[in-house]
């Protein structure tokens, strides 16, 4: 059973529109970050977060914005939204430093029509 | 190019056979390397980790990092219909991970 809860499960947006994601991190992990997940690729790493800050960031627009809460919630935020951002969105929460210890949710599925 | 290649596969093996799995990554700076598994509707659960070259073994699992060729592969051994999902390698570097295409994996009962 995963610590990493994201909702909402499944999404549909029209193009243009703007899109919140939800995470819930695994207890005492104080690090957040945000994939996306096309179909038949890898995830792809947009943004981390470590205390309420942005931290690192993958070759994402500044569209794609994140906010983390002291309570260790997270959210994705998406504006003016595309076809291609058509995707499973990721959150992994791990402790600061760990390499091997992120543990991933299920994922929200965005389909932008 | 990306910083980790991993052929997508598909891969259908029968039940018993041995599951080769191997990527190819570019970033000479990458130290940490793992393989995650993903079933259909859920997020990457890690599955091995290794830390530079050399061979880890976890029961029927056994990751292989050669760090002079590049090269990251996982074996399963008597695969068995559960093991049946999509495979990811990826590498840690600093803040994110690189994750490869996967390659999704059937054993056929």
């Known amino acids: 059973e995963t610590g990493v809860t994201q909702s909402p499960t499944h999404l549909i947006k029209t193009r243009g529109q703007q899109v919140t994601l939800r995470c819930s991190s695994q207890?005492?992990?104080?690090?957040v970050s945000w994939y996306q997940q096309a179909l038949g690729q890898g995830p792809q790493f947009i943004f981390q977060y470590y205390r309420e800050e942005e931290n690192g960031r993958g070759n994402f627009p500044p569209r794609f914005s994140g906010l983390q809460f002291p309570n260790y919630s997270s959210e994705l935020n998406v504006n003016a939204l595309e076809l291609d951002d058509s995707a499973l969105y990721l959150c992994?929460?791990?402790?600061?430093?760990?390499?091997?210890?992120?543990?991933f949710g299920s994922g929200t599925r965005l389909t932008v029509v | 190019q990306k910083e980790v290649e991993q052929d997508p596969g598909p891969l259908s093996v029968p039940e018993g056979a041995i599951v080769s799995l191997n990527c190819t990554y570019s970033?000479?700076?990458?130290?940490?390397f793992m393989w995650y598994r993903q079933y259909s509707r859920k997020g990457p659960e890690l599955l091995m980790y290794t830390y530079s070259s050399g061979n880890k073994e976890d029961g029927r699992f056994t990751a292989q990092v050669d760090k002079s060729s590049k090269y990251i592969s996982l074996f399963i051994r008597d695969s068995q219909p559960s093991d049946s999902a999509t495979y990811l390698c990826a590498s840690a570097n600093d803040y994110k991970l690189s994750f490869g295409a996967g390659t999704t994996v059937t054993v056929r009962a």
């Open positions: 992994a929460s791990s402790l600061t430093g760990d390499r091997y210890g992120y543990t």
């Open positions: 970033n000479s700076a990458f130290q940490y």
């Open positions: 207890s005492g992990h104080n690090t």
